[in-house]
Antibody, heavy 122, light 110 residues
Framework: EVQLVESGGGLLQPGRSLRLSCAASGFNFDDYAMHWVRQAPGKGLEWVSSINWNGKSTGYAESVKGRFTVSRDNAKTSLYLEMNSLRAEDTAFYYC???????????????WGQGTLVTVSS | EIVLTQSPGTLSLRPGERATLSCRASQSISVDYLAWYQQKPGQAPRLLIYGASGRATGIPDRFSGGGSGTDFTLTISRLEPEDFAVYYCQQFATSPPRLTFGGGTKVEIK
C-alpha cells in the first residue's frame, strides 16, 4: 500500500524551531518529487515547499523562504521539513504529498499523508 | 506568480443536481499543469483531475474537467451525498518547482 506518514508536529513558542518528517512506503520513493502543503485551521491549501527526486532542485513559498528547509533521504525513504524562526502564522496542518509523475520536479499530487499539526503560540 | 481564483466561494445544491466550479488563472497556463482536488472535513485532499481533464485513479466518471488558457472548470454531473466537500484547483511550475492552489469552492447541501 502506498502510504505517507507525517510526524514531528506539536505546540511551540514563536521563534522556536521544529523538524517535520514524512515516512514513505509502497512506492519507489527516489523516483518522485515530494512536496509540503499546509492548511491553517478552517482555511485553504497553501504550498510550502517542493524537492525533486534527487534533492538537487527545491522550491519554497515566499512566506517561508529563508526560514524553512526541505530535504530528503532516499535511502530512508523519508522527507523532511526543517522550520526555523516559527511564527504564529505558521500554525497549520502540514501535509506531505507525492508527485503524480515520476522524475518531474512538480505536478499533481496523487498521494497525501494525513498531516501533522504545528501550533505556534506563546 | 500565477494566481488562481475559484468561484463561487460556496455552491448550494441538492443531490442529483449538476455542479459547475470555476478556476481562473491570472495568466495563461498549459492544460497539462492544471489539477483539481476534493477535500472532506478532517481528511487530506484527494486528487480528482490532472492535466485539466484526466480523471485520477478511482475517480467516478460523474467528475469531469475542462477548459484551457486561463479558464478551467470542474463539473460534477449528478451530485451524490459524498460529493459535498471543498474543491481546489492547482497549477504547478517545474523550474524551480512551485505549486499554486486556488482558494477553494465549498459545495454544500441546499
Amino acid at each position: 500500500e502506498v502510504q505517507l506518514v507525517e510526524s514531528g508536529g506539536g505546540l511551540l513558542q514563536p521563534g522556536r524551531s521544529l523538524r517535520l518528517s514524512c515516512a514513505a512506503s509502497g512506492f519507489n520513493f527516489d523516483d518522485y518529487a515530494m512536496h509540503w502543503v499546509r492548511q491553517a485551521p478552517g482555511k485553504g491549501l497553501e504550498w510550502v515547499s517542493s524537492i525533486n527526486w534527487n534533492g538537487k532542485s527545491t522550491g519554497y513559498a515566499e512566506s517561508v523562504k529563508g526560514r524553512f528547509t526541505v530535504s530528503r533521504d532516499n535511502a530512508k525513504t523519508s522527507l523532511y521539513l526543517e522550520m526555523n524562526s516559527l511564527r504564529a502564522e505558521d500554525t497549520a496542518f502540514y501535509y506531505c504529498a507525492k508527485n503524480n509523475v515520476a522524475v518531474a520536479a512538480a505536478g499533481p499530487l496523487n498521494i497525501w499523508g494525513q498531516g501533522t499539526l504545528v501550533t505556534v503560540s506563546s | 506568480e500565477i494566481v488562481l481564483t475559484q468561484s463561487p466561494g460556496t455552491l448550494s445544491l441538492r443531490p442529483g443536481e449538476r455542479a459547475t466550479l470555476s478556476c481562473r488563472a491570472s495568466q495563461s497556463i498549459s492544460v497539462d499543469y492544471l489539477a483539481w482536488y476534493q477535500q472532506k472535513p478532517g481528511q487530506a485532499p484527494r486528487l480528482l483531475i490532472y492535466g485539466a481533464s484526466g480523471r485520477a485513479t478511482g475517480i467516478p466518471d460523474r467528475f469531469s474537467g475542462g477548459g484551457s488558457g486561463t479558464d478551467f472548470t470542474l463539473t460534477i454531473s449528478r451530485l451524490e451525498p459524498e460529493d459535498f466537500a471543498v474543491y481546489y484547483c492547482q497549477q504547478f511550475a517545474t523550474s524551480p518547482p512551485r505549486l499554486t492552489f486556488g482558494g477553494g469552492t465549498k459545495v454544500e447541501i441546499k
